[in-house]
């Protein structure tokens, strides 16, 4: 599937036209602070778009109004592929944090796993102290499964030792999903 339609949203594959909207949020610091990266350049950011375009993992998510891009979901099947396991994630643009654009790609990405890639489980991961992310998984109805200690970091300090993050696990199956939806 190439593009999804909801209420107000496209989400839709990555085009490389669309730097620019992605630069305006991953050139923020508070954006990617809890990310696995830091802040892009434009010229990084130009060959990031490319790289998405050609992985149909990352989707884009406009307004259907403005065509505006504002924000990407990244929805990844998990190894061993017959567990029929995909991690969800989410980068927004802050202009438009606080509408439920977050919750509604969300959502419509959970549709298309189960109901379209024949999902089993889908699951989302986050630091404790990024409440919004946590607040995102919890209004999708996910479920709390663990609070890792320290499993991994993603970034140094300035003498180049690893910042140790926590992580929530959270989780919903096949099941959950059919009860929610009924
Ligand atoms: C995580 C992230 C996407 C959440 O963004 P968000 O704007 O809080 O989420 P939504 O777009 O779903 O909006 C929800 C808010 O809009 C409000 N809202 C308004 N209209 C709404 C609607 N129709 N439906 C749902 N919520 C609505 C909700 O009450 C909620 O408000 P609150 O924050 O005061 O509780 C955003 O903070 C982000 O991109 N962060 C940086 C990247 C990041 O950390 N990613 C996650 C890494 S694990």
């Known amino acids: 599937m190439l593009e999804m339609e909801t209420e107000r949203l496209i989400i839709r594959r990555f085009k490389a036209e669309d730097w620019q909207d992605l630069f305006e949020y991953l050139s923020q610091e508070s954006v990617v602070k809890y990310e696995p990266y830091c802040v892009f350049t434009e010229d990084a950011c ?42 969800i ?4 643009n802050p202009k438009y944090y606080g509408n439920g654009y977050a919750t509604e790609g969300c959502k419509q990405i959970l549709i298309y796993g189960f109901e ?46 690893p910042i140790w993050h926590d992580a929530y696990l959270y989780a919903m199956v096949e099941e959950e999903w059919l009860g929610f939806t009924k």
């Open 46 to 87: 130009k060959k990031e778009t490319i790289n998405r375009s050609q992985n149909p993992a990352f989707w884009a998510v406009c307004l259907k109004e403005s065509n505006k891009l504002i924000g990407n979901i990244y929805f990844q099947q998990q190894e061993p592929r017959d567990f029929l396991t995909w991690e």
């Open 89 to 92: 994630g989410y980068v927004f």
């Open 116 to 161: 379209q890639q024949g999902a089993h489980r889908i699951i989302g991961k986050c630091n404790p102290l990024n409440t919004a992310s946590s607040n995102l998984l919890e209004r999708l109805k996910m479920r709390r499964e663990a609070h890792f200690t320290k499993p991994a970091f993603f970034k140094r300090d300035s003498d180049g030792n």
